[in-house]
């Protein structure tokens, strides 16, 4: 049955239940999790089959498997993971961890060594040409991993290649783990440069799930692999997160817990 | 080796549409033969080992078998933590080949010397090592190769390893408590301390070893608890490689072999030349390990 929820709603849901779940945990990549909330609700709401183990389904890769929790929280919201399940994250004997394991159902690979998602993510597009087969691969890319040569081969390799099948949405939030991208690593124009690589190119905000959405769908009918270049907010949606850097690894107290939440809608 | 091996695999790829090549811009005069028979299922991927063998996870995990292709060094150094983190974390049939070890490229120097690869893959566990000498027996261990449900490493030597005429002799054995073991293309440097044994009044087994994995292999452990003395001979350093793989194996024994790893020694850096010469000049002095061998067996009889 479709969620009668707006893509919005089903983006803050997750949000707060990002924010409860790593609170609950004492954990924190918090700031990168935040960061994709739209981007994974736009995908999930796209991805056919979404959740399952579907021979049809769309591939799903979170390359940046640091942010597993948002993955996790969208699959709760979705129903394909139980609340209780999600009530293991981070204890002993847990298949949720902090970065998704291929045990899963819901992952199609292990990731968590930045710049091998999109690798796996263009064999598995490769191998739907190979085939003629229908589905989709979508891959969630942190910006911190184009400093990663892997991730560039696979970017020229999906493009020589006229992956079509294959989408990226790229989560250009600008900062990494020790600081701003254009301070740690000067990687140049991604959509310049994944259009030099032969990508089609496709811009759109970040945060604003329905129109990621239909870029999703405007992608589609591409004769070339997509990328979505997403301009993002770290830790967004918590004012004393947003671009800051220590979000990417703190846990939060008690008190920046409430805080967090009394930010949310609905709340 | 390397026509034989592309033949072998363009026959299975005749019988199994699943079989996909991919090669990181190496096997010049080599993979054409596949990529003229088989043009949708032949993928030059560029010089980028790394995203050679994640499309290859990725292309095993949507059901296809690839074989990936380059030099040993680049595909199974370069790519390791993608071979770690890919095929071996998913256990998938992804198929690594890696051309010319030890010092099969001779003038290419260190860059280009598979010396330490066994060592990195063998503690990966599920994936097996496949490394053959020669074309005798190709075609049934390849079907074993491609039939395994998980990773393998094919070690390839660009040529077949012929015996070199003066170390061809008749073995001739009486209840011997010496084995010497030649692992994948190490033929001949076998062959070479075989020599220093006999020349030595020793009696020995010798007998070649073509697969390694992460785990015990019975077979070989029952093999070696027959002897009182085991050598390994390999090109590849002494540390980390086939004979570290014996030493280790042995300890499962009451009463274990004592191990002689014959190898390489010292890092190959400097002057270079021949695979004999290089093998001369970094190897273990055969001489040497044959006298350890008679110092071993004269302590053992007391």
């Known amino acids: 049955m479709q969620d009668p929820r707006s893509p919005k709603q089903i983006a803050d849901s997750t949000r707060k239940r990002i924010l409860e779940t790593a609170f609950r945990a004492n954990k924190g990549h918090l700031g990168s999790a935040l960061s994709i909330c739209e981007l994974i609700t736009a995908t999930a709401l796209s991805a056919r089959k979404f959740g399952t183990d ?3 389904r769309d591939r799903v890769v979170l390359s940046k498997g640091h942010a597993s929790l948002a993955l996790y929280c969208i699959l709760v919201e979705l129903g394909h993971i139980a609340e209780s399940d999600l009530a293991s994250y981070c204890k002993d004997g847990s298949l949720l961890q902090t970065h998704p394991d291929r045990e899963l159902k819901s992952v199609e690979f292990s990731t968590g060594s930045l710049g091998q998602g999109i690798g796996f993510a263009t064999g598995l597009a490769l191998a739907s040409k190979i085939r003629t087969e229908k589905y989709r691969t979508f891959v969630i890319l942190s910006d911190s991993e184009l400093n990663e040569g892997s991730t560039w081969e696979s970017i020229a390799m999906a493009g020589t290649q006229c992956l ?51 870029a999703i769908q405007q992608t589609e009918s591409s004769t070339k692999p997509s990328v979505i270049i997403a301009q993002t907010t770290a830790g967004r949606g918590v004012s004393f997160m947003e671009r800051r850097i220590e979000w990417h690894y703190l846990p939060m107290t008690s ?11 609905g709340q | 080796m390397r026509n034989q091996l592309i033949e072998n695999i363009s026959t299975i790829a005749r019988q199994d549409d699943r079989v996909v090549f991919l090669t990181a811009d190496l096997g010049f005069g080599v993979t054409e033969a596949f990529r003229d028979e088989f043009p949708k299922r032949f993928f030059n991927v560029g010089v980028a080992e790394q995203a050679m063998i994640a499309a290859a996870t990725g292309l095993a995990r949507a059901g296809l078998i690839p074989y990936c292709y380059s030099i040993a060094t680049f595909s199974a150094l370069r790519a ?27 003038n290419d120097g260190l860059t280009h010397f598979a010396v330490d690869d066994i060592a990195v893959l063998r503690s990966q566990p599920g994936l097996q090592i496949w490394a053959p000498s020669d074309e005798v027996g190709f075609k049934s261990s390849f079907l074993r190769v491609h039939e395994y449900a998980g990773p393998v490493y094919l070690r390839i030597p660009r040529r077949p390893i012929t015996k070199s005429v003066a170390a061809q002799r008749p073995i001739e054995v009486q209840s011997p408590r010496v084995l010497v073991i030649a692992f994948g293309d190490s033929l001949n440097e076998a062959l070479e301390v075989s020599g220093h044994l006999t020349s030595s009044g020793i009696d020995f087994d010798f007998v070649e070893q073509h697969w390694m994995g992460s785990l015990a292999d019975f077979d070989l452990l029952q093999l070696i608890a027959r002897y009182a003395i085991c050598v390994s001979v390999e090109t590849h350093y002494v540390s980390g490689g086939f004979g570290s793989y014996l030493l280790e194996l042995s300890q499962g024994l009451e009463q274990p072999p004592r191990i002689f790893r014959h190898g390489i020694e010292s890092l190959p850096v400097g002057p270079l030349g021949t695979r004999k010469w290089l093998s001369n000049v970094h190897m273990t002095d055969p001489t040497q390990t044959a006298q350890r061998v008679v110092k071993a067996l004269q302590i053992k009889n007391g």
């Open chain 1, 164 to 214: 079509a099948s294959l989408t990226v949405l790229l989560d250009l939030n600008g900062q990494q783990a020790l600081g701003y991208t254009n301070d740690v690593l000067r990687v140049g124009n991604p959509s310049k440069m994944f259009f030099e690589l032969g990508w089609n190119v496709v811009k759109a905000p970040g945060h604003d799930a329905g129109q990621l959405t239909s």
């Open chain 2, 80 to 106: 390791f933590e993608f071979i770690r983190n890919g095929p071996v974390l998913h256990q998938l049939p992804v198929k690594i080949i890696g051309v010319g070890p030890g010092f099969d490229y001779e």
């Open chain 1, 255 to 265: 008190e920046q817990f409430q805080t967090a939440m009394s930010e949310q809608s």
């Open chain 1, 54 to 56: 579907h021979p049809a």
